[in-house]
């Protein structure tokens, strides 16, 4: 048994050529095209040199050369490793020389930063998407040569965002991609045709490369892939693409929200709706949920495969902060300072377990002890059990303010904050202080109606003395954001190190 995104591919290929597996924004392409497509990059990679297990990087935007690209990659038995095309020249550095590849594929908006590495790395073959891997779309290939490799064999390296460390590379088998979709759709259950997936956010993270390419061609669906996150373009298509499955961040749903054409949009046909990277606002589950769309929570990390959890529907609604109980075969775990299980209703760290597991992170033996220790993933993320073992994510332990020994989540002053009128977006971290060591300052970006003293007074309503922010500076900036979607905190964090100094306490 091989059970690879191959295998599928190929299956589909032969029973239904004609189905259209990835719509880009209007330029369709069928699985029998793709596959033949895949079978061109293959040969061009095999051509340069690349043999299975060698690694295989992708820089670009979105588009349909990227999925071919990682497809002909696959068919090779290549490790699939692909970059983050906002990084500059330097952060490239860093992962070409973690990773190694023997081909870099890139696109015209990449090209210099990439010519900077090359020229200082030149250990690597460049292509470029939108000549050779395009030109290879036209006309026929012959199939690539058969492998059946070993479910426990590399196929794709996915790093992470790096809030909180340098990218790590987190390393996916084909097991651990068949078995956390196989446990996934045991739970949610497959649409027939396979589902109808909107993606906006980019291909190089888990939710792109798994949870969007390799999930659609296991599934046999349809990607109805973006080059970005246009609102009013991501509405239009899940109004009349008829899309079944969207995965997204609350920013992205506040978006679409507030398109002028979002109270006309007929989204009935979405029926699953999974929120990660940050708790909803209790009004926005109230605003899809007016439209017939059920906003559920889910959990999870690249670690973990992507997705550990997710609250069933007939609950969400009931309980939309609660993220679910596992699977079918992925366990939950909230353990004290020494791994202890902790009773119901107690907060600690979240530890996972189940078939999308990694097994280590690419050539970092140390940090994959700490992850793994025990055979339990180390998530590094707060949460508390209920008595039935619902999940409720609390906050990163990382992101934890300490102020006078007390425990502070800022996502709890977030989420209040995201409540009061005026508020566009908001973060809290901590800052220093000579009291308490660490005290929580709340950077706005919110209308001219919203004050200081309107934002104290909002807190002092909700939250307990010690949490209120005692810093409050406004931006009229966006706050910057990584490629997820999530609130970049770590940047936030330096650049604003300084509150104490420059900005006086507002209570």
């Known amino acids: 048994m091989s059970g690879t995104v191959i295998d599928a591919l190929a299956w589909w290929a032969r029973t239904k050529p004609d189905f259209v597996a990835i719509d880009f924004d209007g330029d369709e392409l069928t699985y029998g095209d793709l596959n033949t497509w895949a079978d061109g990059v293959a040969a061009d990679l095999i051509s340069v040199g690349v043999t299975a297990g060698d690694r295989v990087s992708i820089l670009g935007s979105n588009s349909l050369e990227w999925c071919a690209a990682a497809l002909g990659a696959f068919k090779v038995g290549a490790i699939v490793a692909p970059f983050n095309q906002r990084m500059v020249a330097r952060e490239l550095g860093v992962l070409v020389g973690d990773c190694e590849p023997k081909v870099v594929f890139y696109d015209e908006t990449t090209k210099d930063r990439l010519d900077e590495v090359h020229s200082v790395q030149p250990t690597f073959a460049v292509r470029s998407l939108d ?12 199939p690539s040569p058969v492998r059946a490799p070993d479910l426990d064999e590399a196929t794709a390296i996915v790093y992470t965002s790096g809030t909180t460390s340098a990218p790590k590379g987190v390393v996916f088998t084909h097991g651990t991609i068949a078995g956390v979709m196989h446990d996934f759709h045991l739970v949610e259950g497959v649409e027939p045709g396979g589902p109808r997936q909107l993606m906006v956010l980019p291909l190089f993270g888990a939710p792109g490369l798994i949870w969007g ?29 008829r899309v079944t499955t969207l995965i997204a961040v609350p920013l992205l749903l506040e978006r679409m929200a507030a398109e002028p054409g979002f109270a006309a949009a007929d989204l009935r046909s979405i029926a699953t709706a999974h929120v990660g990277g940050a708790r909803v606002p209790a009004e926005l589950l109230k605003t899809w949920h007016a439209k017939g769309v059920v906003l559920r929570q889910l959990y999870g990390q690249t670690e973990i495969g992507g997705t550990a959890t997710v609250m069933p529907r ?16 992925t366990k939950i775990r909230v353990v004290d300072e020494n791994d202890v299980d902790v009773p119901a209703g107690t907060p600690g760290q979240i530890l996972l377990r189940g078939p999308g597991m990694m097994p280590g992170y690419w050539r970092n033996g140390v940090a994959t002890e700490a992850a793994l220790k025990g055979g339990w993933l180390h998530t590094g993320d707060i949460g508390v059990l209920d008595e039935r073992g619902y999940l409720t994510f609390v906050e990163r332990q990382k992101d934890m303010i300490i102020s006078g020994g007390l425990n502070i989540a800022p996502m709890e002053i977030e989420m209040v904050l995201q409540d009061m009128p005026g508020v566009a977006e908001v973060a809290v971290f901590g800052v220093s202080d000579p009291k308490f060591g660490e005290t929580p300052a709340a950077l706005i970006n919110a209308g001219a109606s919203v004050s200081t003293d309107a934002v104290v007074d909002w807190c002092n309503q909700r939250l307990a003395d010690f949490k209120v922010p005692r810093y409050v500076v406004f931006t009229e900036e966006p706050l910057p954001r990584l490629a997820s979607g999530k609130i970049a905190k770590r940047e936030l ?12 306490k507002v209570r």
């Not at 000549?131 to 012959?142: A, F, S, T, Y």
């Not at 390799?214 to 239009?236: M, N, S, Y």
């Not at 969400?316 to 609660?322: C, G, T, V, Y």
């Not at 964090?493 to 006086?504: C, G, K, L």
Request: aromatic share 6%.
């Open 493 to 504: 964090r330096d650049t604003y190190a300084d509150i104490p100094e420059r900005h006086p």
């Open 314 to 329: 007939e609950e969400a609604l009931q309980s939309p902060e609660k993220c679910g109980w596992g699977s079918v075969f």
């Open 131 to 142: 000549d050779e891997v395009r030109q290879l779309r036209r006309g026929g290939h012959p």
């Open 213 to 241: 390419i390799c999930r659609i061609v296991l599934h046999g669906g349809t990607l109805l892939l973006q080059p970005g996150f246009d609102p009013r373009r991501a509405l239009e298509v899940l109004a009349t693409k």
